[in-house]
C-alpha cells in the first residue's frame, strides 16, 4: 500500500506571491462542521476558518456568511482576489439549479437555492457539487503525482460519500446523484439508515455511526451511559482500551468492504480515502488499510493503489476549491470533465 503525507498546509505567507494573486472562496458544508477557506490555483491554502455546524439551513447559511465576511477580509489584507466560489455539500444536489435537496444528514435543507445565495454575497460566480465527487476532483487536480485518468474518492465523515472519476471524466449519474456507495446495504434489514433503507454502509461505519454503535454496545454494561463520538473511540483504543481496540478494528473491517465494493464497481487505478474517520491515529487507520489488501482480488489488487488523502484535515476545504478552479483553471492545467 502507498501512504502520503499531509502536504497541503495553511500557509499565510502572502508576501512570497505576486500582489492580487487569484484564489477562490471555498465552502465546505457537513453536519458536524462547516469550514471556509481561500484556495490557489495549484491547492496551496491561504487561509481557512471552521466551526460546528449548527446543522439546519437558516444558522447553518448565516455561519457561512460570517466566515465568507473574515475571508474576504485576509484577502484583501493580503493581496489575494476572490475568482469564484467552489461549494462541496453532501447530496442529493440539482447541479444544474444550484440547489441543496434533503441530504438525509442536514435536516430543512430543503431544495435551498446555495450558489444564487452565495453569487448574491460574496459576488463571485458559484459552483455547486457533492463532496465526494469534489474530493474526486481534488484529488485528480492535487494529489495525483502519476496522473492517472481513474480515481475513486471514497470520504468517511457524518456520512460516506463517494465520487468516481472514469478516464478523465466525473461520473454523475442521470440525476447527478450517482455513485452513493454509503447506501448500498451492507447487512439484509440491519440498522436504520437516514436515507430510509436499513443496513447500508453509512450506518454503520460513517463516523456519526461507529459513535452510536459504540454508544449503545456501552449503554447495555453501564447504568449511566454517556453518547461517543467515533474520535472517542478512537483516542479510547489508542490508549489501550481492550473494548474500544476490538470495536474499532470490527468497524473498520466494515470499511474495508466498502472500500472493496468500490474497487470492485469502479475498477480504478487510484483510490484514495477521506474524511473525519481517517484522521484517527495511523496505527489504527493502518488494519483497514490491510484489510483491503488481503480482500482484493488478485487482478485488481495488483493495479490499485489504495491510501489515504494527501490534504490530511484540509480535505474539505481544498475539494469544495477544486470544483471552483476546475472551471476557471487549475495550475496544472488538468481539468476533469463533467459533461461535453
Known amino acids: 500500500m502507498m501512504w502520503t503525507c499531509n502536504r497541503y498546509q495553511i500557509s499565510d505567507m502572502a508576501e512570497q506571491r505576486d500582489t492580487m494573486t487569484p484564489v477562490v472562496l471555498a465552502v465546505d458544508i457537513g453536519a458536524t462542521k462547516i469550514a471556509v477557506g481561500l484556495v490557489h490555483a495549484d491547492g496551496a491554502i491561504a487561509f481557512q476558518s471552521r466551526e460546528r455546524s449548527p446543522v439546519r ?114 461520473y454523475t449519474g442521470h440525476t447527478g446523484n450517482g455513485s452513493e456507495l454509503g447506501h448500498i446495504p451492507l447487512i439484509y434489514d440491519g440498522r436504520a439508515c437516514n436515507c430510509g433503507l436499513t443496513g447500508c454502509f453509512e450506518a454503520y461505519v460513517s463516523g456519526t455511526s461507529i459513535g452510536k454503535r459504540y454508544t449503545e454496545a456501552k449503554a447495555t454494561c453501564t447504568a449511566t451511559p454517556r453518547p461517543y463520538s467515533a474520535r472517542d473511540v478512537a483516542d479510547a483504543a489508542l490508549a489501550g482500551d481492550e473494548e474500544a481496540l476490538a470495536f474499532w478494528h470490527s468497524s473498520m473491517g466494515m470499511l474495508a468492504r466498502a472500500v472493496r465494493a468500490a474497487a470492485d464497481l469502479f475498477d480504478p487505478a487510484l483510490l484514495v480515502i477521506g474524511g473525519g474517520v481517517t484522521e484517527a491515529d495511523g496505527e489504527l487507520f493502518a488494519p483497514a488499510m490491510a484489510l483491503v489488501g488481503s480482500s482484493m482480488a488478485a487482478g485488481v489488487g495488483q493495479r490499485l493503489t489504495v491510501r489515504k488523502t494527501g490534504f490530511g484535515r484540509n480535505s474539505g476545504v481544498a475539494s469544495a476549491a477544486s470544483v471552483a478552479w476546475n472551471e476557471i483553471g487549475s495550475a496544472t492545467g488538468v481539468k476533469v470533465r463533467i459533461r461535453e
Open 57 to 170: 439551513a437558516e444558522p447553518s447559511l448565516a455561519l457561512i456568511e460570517r466566515l465568507g465576511r473574515a475571508a474576504e477580509v485576509h484577502a484583501r489584507k493580503n493581496g489575494l482576489t476572490i475568482e469564484g466560489t467552489g461549494i462541496a455539500c453532501g447530496g442529493p444536489l440539482d447541479l444544474e439549479k444550484g440547489l441543496v435537496l434533503s441530504p438525509p444528514n442536514l435536516p430543512d435543507w430543503d431544495r435551498i437555492p446555495l450558489t444564487t445565495q452565495m453569487e448574491t454575497s460574496f459576488g463571485a460566480k458559484a459552483y455547486l457539487q457533492n463532496d465526494a465527487a469534489a474530493g474526486a476532483i481534488a484529488t485528480a487536480l492535487w494529489d495525483n503525482p502519476d496522473a492517472v485518468r481513474d480515481v475513486t474518492y471514497i470520504t468517511v465523515s457524518s456520512g460516506i460519500g463517494c465520487g468516481v472519476i472514469t478516464d478523465g471524466f466525473l
